[in-house]
């Protein structure tokens, strides 16, 4: 399958700031995750993508349409979700779809019935038909994500589409992203700073820092094979007795606040399972085992690795 | 990890709750999307589409506007007269404030609106190319504006014909008015929606669009006035070509009956005047496309 956003040494260089450093970058279809701290690149990403905003050097395709020539085509089948407010508040969420959706070039028909389905599909009821300057952030984010979808695009930009909601209106915000790449069939690239969000409905992860790719792998790839399993007992000294038990059996441990962390893949080649050592031990012991689970690891730990090792270029990773 | 379908069995057949369904059907391409913008925007310029309270200030001043037409109508009616008491293109020069209010107050509905609520944003992303969203929101305002103008000359143009005045005479000044509606809503609407489009408040492009028209216009009649008084008419003739209405006014001079104060003496002068019009309307449009170049590429 052609890949939907495919990026060759795009630069964007606004004089004072490089935001894009010949960035070279495949995105296919999915959810795919576009982390980075503010001012890393990912918005500037978006505006060039949608064909907005000049490059400076290099060029990207988009559905595969050129962005530089073919900018009315992406646009016609793409959807976005900018960060900042963007809803007129004297029109209510219902006339605003329609309306925008007859921008995407939909009949004015057939844009009522798409903004009546998006509007269902992104949970705004009965609101719909109030005007918008009167919603909750969370009520806005919503009409946001309709007029994204009201066209039916292949893909959808969405910038920052969690920004200040609560939490129950951020996993709902969230668990509706998810939908759209996984049951909707439309690509899906959604930026955020906050990396724990992103783990959770992302397929892939793409890592900006200072306008280069940092790191783009499926989001498994960076959660997965840390080999270490937590462990958490209770009873007197605990923690303490439980080491030196484990290590005696030839397991190495190490403290991380309450727990222990143990690493799984020492005792690979030993018959005994480490999961069994583990509860055995706490058994003999006499200590209640609270915990025995895999360590994810989070995103925010490509930062720690891979962020020290591309700041000084010079370090090669093995 | 369990596979999530493993629930169904193999080729068998189940009812999927999909939700979602793909829109198959067709894709207008730029000519119906601009069409589609130009009627929103002529809808919201008079409220409609809008809150309830934003229709109320335009239909007011529409209603007051049509009021000295309706009463001229009304005397016709029961009094008969030979003449209407107000000429075609007069009309426009005597309601002057109320087209400057109407023009400054609703250009922002069109321009400034969608660039305070980021609007213009979600526009962008979208495949008009920003100038011929100029242009479109440029002709939602003209036409709102030439409604404003041309409904009193139909309202004064079938009373004339009620009062069966001559036909052939009524229709070649009302041909005229509405050609000369036509070049001030030109200039009006090239003015006041430039101005809005380099604001993002609307009270300060309300402000801004009547302190041009109005003001600038009182200005103007002000030296057209004293350059009458004191016996140097050339001086009004000059100073009238800096104003939408002056000029107006100028070009009324000089195809109508109706005169203003100092109007444009000698073919080279009321040349100027028909010149400098549409001029302005179109180095204005042309400013509104580069202005919103320029917004999208920010």
Same mark, same amino acid.
């Given at each position: 399958m052609e890949a939907v956003v495919q990026t060759r040494g795009l630069t964007k260089d606004y004089g004072s700031v490089l935001a894009l450093d010949a960035l070279d970058l495949e995105i296919g279809a999915g959810t795919t995750g576009l982390v980075g701290a503010n001012g890393a690149g990912k918005s500037t990403l978006l505006k060039i993508l949608l064909g907005l905003v000049p490059a400076t050097r290099g060029g990207a395709r988009v559905l595969g349409h050129e962005i530089a020539t073919e900018g009315p085509a992406i646009r016609a089948a793409v959807g976005y979700l900018p960060e900042h407010d963007c809803l007129p508040p004297d029109v209510s969420a219902s006339d605003f779809v329609v309306h925008m959706a007859m921008m995407s070039g939909l009949p004015r028909v057939a844009a009522r019935e798409r903004a009546a389905e998006v509007l269902r599909h992104v949970g705004l009821a009965e609101e719909r038909y109030r005007p918008m300057g009167g919603y909750s952030t969370g009520m806005k984010q919503k009409a946001k994500l309709a007029q994204a979808l009201a066209h039916d695009p292949r893909l959808v930009l969405l910038d920052e589409p969690t920004n200040g909601l609560d939490p129950a209106a951020r996993d709902e915000m969230l668990g509706l992203v998810q939908r759209i790449g996984r049951d909707f069939g439309i690509a899906v690239i959604v930026t955020s700073h906050? #990396?724990? /969000?992103?783990?959770? +409905?992302?397929?892939? +992860?793409?890592?900006?820092?200072?306008? *280069? !790719?940092?790191?783009?792998?499926? @989001?498994?790839?960076?959660?997965?094979?840390?080999? &270490? !399993?937590? =462990?958490? $007992?209770?009873?007197?000294?605990?923690?303490?007795?439980?080491?030196?038990? #484990?290590?005696?059996?030839? =397991?190495? @441990? $190490?403290?991380?606040? @309450?727990?222990?962390?143990?690493?799984? @893949?020492?005792?690979?080649?030993?018959? &005994?399972? =480490?999961?069994? !050592? %583990?509860?055995?031990?706490?058994?003999?012991?006499?200590?209640?085992?609270? *915990? !025995?689970?895999?360590?994810?690891?989070? %995103?925010?730990? +490509?930062?720690?690795?891979?962020?020290?090792?591309?700041?000084?270029? /010079?370090?090669?990773?093995? | 990890m369990t596979d999530p379908t493993s629930a169904t069995p193999e080729g068998g057949s189940v009812i999927h709750d999909l939700g979602y369904r793909p829109y198959t059907g067709p894709r207008l391409g730029p000519a119906a999307i601009a069409r589609a913008l130009v009627v929103t925007g002529f809808r919201n310029a008079f409220g409609l589409g809008r809150s309830g309270k934003s229709k109320v200030l335009p239909f007011v001043l529409l209603g007051i506007n049509l009021m000295p037409a309706l009463v001229i109508g009304g005397v016709m009616v029961f009094v008969g007269l030979k003449r209407l008491p107000i000429g075609y293109a007069q009309y426009a020069s005597t309601t002057q404030v109320l087209l400057g209010i109407f023009v400054a107050s609703q250009a922002p509905v069109l321009f400034s609106r969608d660039l305070r609520h980021g609007t213009i944003s979600l526009y962008l992303a979208r495949p008009l190319p920003s100038s011929t969203y100029a242009l479109a929101r440029w002709s939602s305002l003209l036409g709102a504006t030439l409604v404003f103008l041309l409904l009193p000359i139909l309202l004064l143009y079938a009373v004339a014909l009620l009062g069966e005045l001559d036909v052939t005479d009524q229709t070649r000044d009302a041909a005229i008015a509405v050609g000369l509606a036509l070049l001030l809503a030109l200039a009006l609407t090239g003015v006041a929606g430039l101005v809005a489009s380099w604001s993002t408040r609307r009270g300060f492009a309300v402000v801004a669009t009547i302190a041009v028209l109005l003001i600038g216009n009182g200005i103007v009649t002000a030296i057209q006035g004293i350059s009458q008084e004191e016996g140097h008419p050339r001086a009004g003739e000059v100073a009238g070509l800096f104003s939408p209405y002056s000029l107006y006014r100028g070009l009324m001079s000089t195809w109508t009956d109706t005169h203003g104060p100092t109007p444009p003496t000698g073919t080279a002068m009321q040349a100027a005047y028909l010149v400098v019009l549409v001029a302005l309307s179109v180095a204005c449009v042309a400013a509104l496309v580069w202005r919103y170049r320029r917004v999208a590429t920010a």
């Open positions: 906050l #990396l724990g /969000e992103l783990e959770r +409905v992302s397929d892939h +992860v793409v890592v900006l820092d200072g306008g *280069r !790719l940092l790191r783009a792998s499926s @989001t498994d790839e960076f959660l997965d094979a840390t080999g &270490v !399993l937590l =462990v958490e $007992v209770l009873g007197d000294d605990a923690q303490a007795r439980m080491a030196q038990a #484990l290590n005696r059996s030839g =397991v190495a @441990t $190490v403290a991380r606040g @309450t727990m222990l962390t143990v690493d799984a @893949t020492a005792r690979a080649s030993d018959q &005994v399972d =480490v999961h069994d !050592l %583990i509860r055995d031990t706490a058994s003999d012991l006499g200590l209640g085992l609270v *915990r !025995l689970q895999v360590d994810h690891r989070h %995103i925010e730990d +490509v930062f720690a690795t891979d962020g020290a090792g591309a700041s000084s270029p /010079e370090v090669s990773h093995d | -």
